[in-house]
């Protein structure tokens, strides 16, 4: 099973074989509330159960900061309750999947701005934010989520870090730079 919740949808594949189903469903926000429910309806319309996965693929950013942290979260925690691996897969990464290397992929970002990666047959550059004068399509969320699962499948058996989101830039909030009130006793 495969999430992503970085963009405005929640996003969600269940490969088995080569079968794979995905469902993405659009939404500005409220993904943190849709996300449980949207995995357990797909798990019962294939007559599975959460004991069922071998594993869960994550799809860890760029995108919205906190739709990053809510999919990496459930996908450690149900990775914990299950005893089974969780793999985070970037947006670069799903979208390159087909690709050959060395490519590097753009993807829209705010204030006309893009995420750039150049992708190598070795690995990977840092990820970074850039202007652009015409940014990108987002791409197709059924397509990136089928990604990300395959992905993630592909990596099962093999040593991987704990997913973490793939943070471009800081968030926009910031901790005062003011010193704190000073308490009186």
Not at 46 to 68: M, S, Y
Not at 114 to 132: I, K
């Amino acid at each position: 099973m495969a999430f992503d919740t970085a963009a405005q949808h929640c996003a969600a594949a269940l490969l088995s074989g080569d079968d794979l189903v995905t469902r993405v469903v659009p939404m500005a926000t409220g993904q943190a509330e849709h996300l449980m429910p949207l995995l357990e309806d797909m798990l019962a319309a294939a007559g599975l159960n959460w004991r069922d996965l071998d594993g869960i693929g994550v799809g860890t950013g760029p995108g919205n900061f906190t739709g990053i942290r809510i999919a990496v979260a459930a996908a450690r925690g149900l990775a914990l309750g299950l005893g089974i691996p969780a793999i985070g897969v970037t947006g670069f990464e799903a979208v390159a999947r087909d690709l050959p290397r060395p490519c590097t992929i753009e993807l829209p970002a705010p204030r006309g701005q893009v995420w750039r990666q150049r992708l190598t047959v070795a690995g990977a550059d840092p990820p970074a934010l850039v202007m652009h004068d015409t940014p990108p399509p987002s791409p197709d969320p059924d397509m990136t989520i089928a990604a990300v699962a395959r992905i993630a499948a592909s990596l099962l058996g093999s040593p991987q870090p704990r997913p973490a989101p793939c943070y471009v830039r800081g968030a926009d909030a910031a901790p005062p730079r003011d010193p704190p009130p000073l308490l009186l006793p």
